[in-house]
């Protein structure tokens, strides 16, 4: 295991970490245990319905399942999404008022919190001026150049509009680059839903137990091969049968799509050894862990360079922004410069580099990780505690802003430790929690995130409200 946050399970406990600076946000009372309501539930033909289960029941005439990603649909853990009018900080807001301390922001772009008068502003200022021109902008060009700053593997760079988009392009690139078809990826992690890439994958994939999903013609399935997290000698063994036709490895350098597992030692190192030998090309998606664990990513946590990047989320700051970039002799082969296609009509659009920019201003700040990391990781050891205190088998374990929650006895690092965790219990302790006003992920396969505006007092109160949730759950 890398040295990268807490992790705690029953009762060893490592403590560490300095108390933090807190960023002065608008800040409102926190609220007793069970949250607060306003205005919520009304009377339709006899029963009552909140105002969330009236938007639900709408959103799924028109849209599939009533969301637009599967996750949001609360399948896994049951009951009604939240639908959310606000955020602000570290709370947002459900259609029935409800205030949540929120543990999601928005699966991790919201690292600096919702609606951060920065982030705002910046978007604010530049709308006006332009929503998007298909043509070249100077602020885009300052994103490229900042990106390449912050990570100095990244000779190059091309802005995308998610994250799918930037992991899409990056195995075309290295299959354009390398000639060849096949590529590796590892069983639970995600990495958007290209094709190739929606092989045994984790997120929603995983939630829903369907980590492959039909209409991957079997043609490009068969070109995927996927391979156990932390598995070096399965990787080794693969490379010595196949390794001529394998143009890439992509991986999560921290898997945070099977719920949170980290990197075994020696094993980001071994993937950079194995690409080396066969000439074939080490892709790090950090679309989650990029500026969420380190000011460098995982790359900059281990010293380990991979050839391509995969960015999005907090690059964007709550807006759609992803990139992929790398080395230049790999970059130089994307049109038009070279024969592999990538394109986007919103690529690099004003609105939303601004509201990254902006963003990542914000974490530049002197200390923003140190902090970050400590009120993680007090959540995580706060969370242990209370769970170890109501004799509830639980582990947790924190890298940088990222956190994980398993209701085993202690933290897996590998899919199958991950997929034996308590299901049901987790699902029991979410509901215990969201009852509670504490939105954390409606599945037992997502990391959680913490924002730089999360106070010690929001901690502790989650804690508080976590620990009435262990001792039912007992
Ligand atoms: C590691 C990783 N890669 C890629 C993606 C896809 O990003 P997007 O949802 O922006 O398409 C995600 C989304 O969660 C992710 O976590």
């Known amino acids: 295991m890398l040295p990268l946050g807490g992790q705690r399970s029953g009762g060893s406990r490592k403590r560490g970490g300095t108390h933090s600076r807190r960023r002065a946000a608008p800040r409102r009372e926190l609220l007793p245990l069970g949250g607060q309501r306003s205005g919520g539930s009304r009377k339709r033909g006899g029963t009552s319905m909140s105002r969330n289960d009236e938007l639900f029941t709408r ?6 399942a009533g969301v637009n990603s599967p996750v949001r649909a609360f399948r896994s853990v049951g009951g009604t999404p939240r639908f959310f009018e606000r955020g602000e900080g570290a709370y947002v807001w459900d259609a029935d008022g409800k205030r949540y301390i929120d543990y999601v922001g928005s699966w991790g ?52 509009s998610s994250g799918t988009e930037a992991t899409m392009s990056a195995l075309r690139l290295a299959r354009g680059y390398t000639g060849r078809s096949r590529i590796v990826k590892f069983e639970g992690c995600y990495h958007g839903h290209g094709d190739s890439l929606l092989v045994k994958a984790g997120s929603g994939a995983l939630t829903f137990g369907q980590p492959s999903s039909a209409g991957v013609p079997e043609a490009i399935a068969n070109e995927t091969i996927v391979l156990p997290y932390n598995d070096l000698p399965a990787v080794e063994a693969a490379f010595a049968k196949e390794g001529k036709h394998i143009a890439c490895i992509i991986v999560e350098p921290i898997a945070g799509n099977m719920n949170l597992i980290m990197p075994r030692a020696g094993f980001l190192l071994g993937l950079r050894t194995v690409c080396d030998k066969y000439g074939a090309v080490l892709i790090f998606d950090e679309v989650m862990t990029g500026f969420r664990v380190h000011p460098r990513g995982v790359q900059g946590l281990t010293g380990i360079t991979p050839d ?45 580099v601004a509201a990254g920019l902006a963003t990542l201003k914000e974490i530049e700040a002197p200390g923003f990780y140190d902090a970050l990391s400590a009120r993680t990781k007090a959540l995580t050891d706060g969370l242990a505690s209370a769970a170890k205190r109501a004799g509830v088998p639980f582990a947790a374990q924190s890298a940088g802003g990222m956190f994980g929650v398993y209701f085993a006895a202690a933290v897996p690092d590998s899919y199958d430790a991950v997929m034996a965790c308590d299901k049901a219990r987790f699902a029991k302790f979410f509901h215990a929690m969201l009852d509670a006003g504490v939105y954390f992920a409606p599945s037992a396969f997502e990391a959680g995130f913490v924002s730089a505006a999360h106070t010690a007092e929001d901690v502790a109160a989650t804690i508080a409200r976590a620990e009435a949730a262990f001792s039912v759950l007992r």
């Open 308 to 352: 391509l990047t995969t960015l999005g989320k907090v690059i964007g700051g709550g807006m759609p922004v992803g990139a992929f970039g790398g080395k230049r002799a790999i970059m130089e082969k994307i049109a038009p410069l070279g024969p592999v296609y990538q394109a986007g009509t919103l690529s690099g659009n004003p609105v939303a």
């Open 109 to 160: 772009p919201a690292i600096v919190g919702h609606a951060h008068p920065a982030v705002v502003k910046a978007v604010v200022d530049i709308a006006p001026k332009g929503l998007s021109f298909g043509a070249p902008t100077e602020i885009e060009v300052e994103m490229a150049e900042k990106l390449c700053r912050l990570l100095p593997s990244l000779e190059m760079v091309r802005l995308v």
């Open 59 to 64: 959103a799924q005439r028109t849209i599939p």
